[in-house]
């Protein structure tokens, strides 16, 4: 059974900075492309960023870009999402997906097949 597990979320002050992993076991990941998304307490699914299967491309949305970053390391199954000057609003469920077997990204997340289970971010001014 394949799994995404995501780890690295906390809490932390405005300004800081804090490093997502999720990592995909059970298969390698290295032919899926993969994003994150967030939700907030009764806000919708939003999507932050995603990667190509090799990782030659990402996009972020425009709320993060210049402050997220998303990279993988195919070698460990593993995408991360750097995030720096982080913000309140930033505080949300960040949730990791797969689109099984799609090497381009998405910003629709009823395009991914795959999903972990979320970690919480939280961000206190």
């Known amino acids: 059974q394949v799994q995404l597990v995501e780890s690295g979320g906390g809490l932390v002050q405005a300004g800081g900075s804090l490093r997502l992993s999720c990592a995909a076991s059970?298969?390698?990941?290295?032919?899926?492309?993969m994003g994150w998304f967030r939700q907030a307490p009764g806000k919708e699914r939003e999507f932050v960023a995603t990667i190509t299967a090799s990782g030659g491309s990402t996009l972020s949305a425009d709320s993060v870009k210049g402050r997220f970053t998303m990279s993988r390391d195919n070698a460990k199954n593993t995408v991360y999402l750097q995030m720096n000057s982080l913000k309140p609003e930033d505080t949300a469920v960040y949730y990791c997906?797969?689109?099984?077997?799609?090497?381009?990204?998405?910003?629709?997340?009823?395009?991914?097949?795959?999903w972990g289970q979320g970690t919480q971010v939280t961000v206190s001014s």
């Open positions: 997906a797969a689109r099984n077997r799609r090497v381009e990204g998405s910003t629709r997340s009823y395009e991914y097949d795959l």
């Open positions: 059970g298969r390698s990941a290295y032919n899926s492309a």
